[in-house]
């Protein structure tokens, strides 16, 4: 029988270099988080194996807005090169049509060889559908390379398609002993400058930031990402503001025609109001409310998700944070610690919730801590097995 090169490769050398590219299109991926919502931010790795030495002919990653799809790019960046290669993909092509055809069959009509997928696509359109495209074009397709920190980049995206509602990210900076604040309400600055920086690149990475309107009107923040460079990818800016109660001279509300806000409001706040902001380019949703007569912030969630919003970061406050923490409505936590001490007369970063007893269920594991000069991060996502 003859053997092509790429068949000849020992199964170990072909794993070696299956994480390797892999890797390299998780790289590309998370180019795009914030960026490409409702999608998800995929990437695309077109690699020669027939050599010597593996080499990359064509590099995609999903664009502004969702489109045009990773694995377009790097084939329109290969061209002919693309034919007898190896692609390696974050997640299972697409096989609907759009506003263009499938990246499944793209793929296929590239003359790609080989596809390396790290995990399936869980939008019902996809699921499966576009691994099972490739295999019936005749592509060989190894599955499940590198899928954890796949389903990691992904996990926005899928949260939406699978639970309607974004990924919801907690963000915290508080003094080892859990205070945001002294008793005179100072807080500026608990954390270092490399905790800040980190919270503007987590900024950038979101596709809202949201926070409760008491904390909006104390700090008047703009919530905006400003790293040099990535000023451009500040996100929509979501307020929980039941009564209406930012200033219409705060900073949000003035920059609202630059960077996108919204402000998330009961059906029985003010119309007049309610007009005022919408005078000023702000966007009002109507939450329903629940059993105890405060906005359904689940409801708020899905309303958010319906207008594509895959991944939200929660900057604050106290009421907000316990709000979303009893509500089970927190996937992921990243805790900034710094080596101070406010005490008890100081204010917390969570509001009561209430707890009679140590919940254990509704536990998170962490994923990671890191030291950012003096300060600590740890990492954490909810408990998977709830
Ligand atoms: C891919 N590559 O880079 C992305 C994919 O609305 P459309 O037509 O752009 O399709 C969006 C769906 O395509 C999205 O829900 C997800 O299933 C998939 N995203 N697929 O092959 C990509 N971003
Ligand atoms: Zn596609």
Same mark, same amino acid.
């Given at each position: 029988m003859d053997l092509s090169p790429k068949e000849q490769v020992a199964p170990k050398e072909r794993m070696a270099i299956d994480l390797r590219f892999m890797r390299m299109a998780l790289t590309l991926a998370r180019r795009g988080l914030g960026q490409v919502a409702p999608n998800p931010s995929v990437g695309c790795v077109l690699v020669?194996?027939? $050599?010597?030495v593996p080499l990359v002919v064509g590099r995609g990653w999903t664009q502004p807005? $969702?489109?045009?799809h990773a694995e377009t790019q790097a084939i329109g960046r290969a /061209?002919? =090169?693309?034919? /007898?290669t190896t692609a390696y993909v974050t997640l299972e092509p697409c096989a609907h049509t759009g506003k263009t055809g499938p990246c499944a069959q793209a793929l296929i009509d590239a003359g790609i060889s080989r596809a390396v997928v790290a995990c399936t696509d869980d939008d019902p359109r996809v699921n499966g559908q576009g691994v099972a495209m490739l295999k019936d074009g005749g592509i060989s397709v190894t599955e499940g390379v590198l899928e954890d920190e796949a389903k990691d980049a992904n996990s926005g995206f899928t949260c939406r398609v699978t639970r309607n509602r974004p990924e919801v990210l907690l963000k915290i900076a508080s003094t080892?002993?859990?205070?945001?604040?002294?008793?005179?309400?100072?807080?500026?600055? +608990?954390? /270092?400058e490399m905790a800040r920086e980190r919270t503007h690149l987590m900024r950038a990475q979101a596709d809202a930031i949201m926070i409760g309107s008491a904390t909006a009107i104390v700090d008047?923040?703009?919530?905006?990402?400003?790293?040099p460079g990535l000023s451009g990818r500040s996100p929509i800016r979501v307020i929980a503001d039941g009564r209406l109660?930012?200033?219409?001279?705060s900073k949000l509300v003035r920059t609202a025609s630059d960077t996108p806000v919204i402000l998330l409001t =009961?059906?029985?706040?003010d119309k007049d109001r309610a007009q005022a902001f919408e005078e000023q380019g702000v966007d009002l949703i109507t939450v329903p409310l629940g059993p105890d007569n405060q906005m359904n912030m689940g409801a708020a969630l899905t309303l958010l998700a319906e207008r594509g919003i895959t991944r939200v970061m929660v900057e604050g406050g106290a009421r907000l944070a316990a709000s979303l923490l009893r509500d089970n409505l927190i996937d992921r936590i990243e805790w900034f610690q710094a080596p101070k001490i406010i005490g008890d007369d100081g204010y917390s970063a969570?509001?009561?919730? $209430?707890? #009679?007893? +140590?919940?254990? #269920?509704?536990g998170f594991e962490r994923q990671a801590v890191i030291a950012l000069g003096e300060d600590v991060l740890t990492s954490l996502r909810v408990r998977h097995d709830i």
């Amino acid at each position: 029988m003859d053997l092509s090169p790429k068949e000849q490769v020992a199964p170990k050398e072909r794993m070696a270099i299956d994480l390797r590219f892999m890797r390299m299109a998780l790289t590309l991926a998370r180019r795009g988080l914030g960026q490409v919502a409702p999608n998800p931010s995929v990437g695309c790795v077109l690699v020669d194996t027939s $050599g010597d030495v593996p080499l990359v002919v064509g590099r995609g990653w999903t664009q502004p807005g $969702g489109r045009p799809h990773a694995e377009t790019q790097a084939i329109g960046r290969a /061209g002919a =090169r693309a034919r /007898g290669t190896t692609a390696y993909v974050t997640l299972e092509p697409c096989a609907h049509t759009g506003k263009t055809g499938p990246c499944a069959q793209a793929l296929i009509d590239a003359g790609i060889s080989r596809a390396v997928v790290a995990c399936t696509d869980d939008d019902p359109r996809v699921n499966g559908q576009g691994v099972a495209m490739l295999k019936d074009g005749g592509i060989s397709v190894t599955e499940g390379v590198l899928e954890d920190e796949a389903k990691d980049a992904n996990s926005g995206f899928t949260c939406r398609v699978t639970r309607n509602r974004p990924e919801v990210l907690l963000k915290i900076a508080s003094t080892l002993d859990g205070k945001i604040a002294t008793h005179t309400g100072k807080s500026h600055w +608990i954390t /270092g400058e490399m905790a800040r920086e980190r919270t503007h690149l987590m900024r950038a990475q979101a596709d809202a930031i949201m926070i409760g309107s008491a904390t909006a009107i104390v700090d008047d923040p703009q919530l905006t990402c400003r790293l040099p460079g990535l000023s451009g990818r500040s996100p929509i800016r979501v307020i929980a503001d039941g009564r209406l109660r930012l200033p219409l001279t705060s900073k949000l509300v003035r920059t609202a025609s630059d960077t996108p806000v919204i402000l998330l409001t =009961r059906e029985d706040a003010d119309k007049d109001r309610a007009q005022a902001f919408e005078e000023q380019g702000v966007d009002l949703i109507t939450v329903p409310l629940g059993p105890d007569n405060q906005m359904n912030m689940g409801a708020a969630l899905t309303l958010l998700a319906e207008r594509g919003i895959t991944r939200v970061m929660v900057e604050g406050g106290a009421r907000l944070a316990a709000s979303l923490l009893r509500d089970n409505l927190i996937d992921r936590i990243e805790w900034f610690q710094a080596p101070k001490i406010i005490g008890d007369d100081g204010y917390s970063a969570v509001a009561g919730l $209430g707890l #009679d007893d +140590i919940d254990l #269920d509704a536990g998170f594991e962490r994923q990671a801590v890191i030291a950012l000069g003096e300060d600590v991060l740890t990492s954490l996502r909810v408990r998977h097995d709830i």
